[in-house]
Nanobody, 117 residues
Framework: VQLVESGGGLVQPGGSLRLSCAASGFTFRLYYMSWVRQAPGKGLEWVSSINRDATYTAYADSVKGRFTISRDNAKNTVYLQMNSLKSEDTALYYC???????????WGQGTQVTVSS
């Protein structure tokens, strides 16, 4: 089982990034997927979730209207489009299986997002 995030980096406030998470080793289309993040010195924060067929999405209030989660089951990949980035979005972003209330059976290694001028 493997979840590999990519797409992080350094971006100025107001900018955009698109994170990707490529899954392998399990039946991706059968799992809800989520993004969570951990800012420096803070605990894990759930960001967004998507159901198996992408007909349902959910977002934390802190990112609602700015972030969009999506998935491509043919490519075993989940995405997080992040727009209007703020300094408080700086964190290590992880993808994992499961919805917002789940501990997540499988986790990626994380991709760093830094929002700074």
């Amino acid at each position: 089982v493997q979840l590999v995030e990519s797409g992080g980096g350094l971006v100025q406030p107001g900018g955009s990034l698109r994170l990707s998470c490529a899954a392998s080793g399990f039946t991706f289309r059968l799992y809800y997927m989520s993004w969570v993040r951990q800012a420096p010195g803070k605990g894990l924060e759930w960001v967004s979730s998507i159901n198996r067929d992408a007909t349902y999405t959910a977002y934390a209030d802190s990112v609602k209207g700015r972030f969009t989660i999506s998935r491509d089951n043919a490519k075993n990949t989940v995405y997080l489009q992040m727009n209007s980035l703020k300094s408080e979005d700086t964190a290590l972003y992880y993808c994992r299986t499961g919805d917002s209330g789940s501990a997540g059976a499988y986790w990626g290694q994380g991709t760093q997002v830094t929002v700074s001028s």
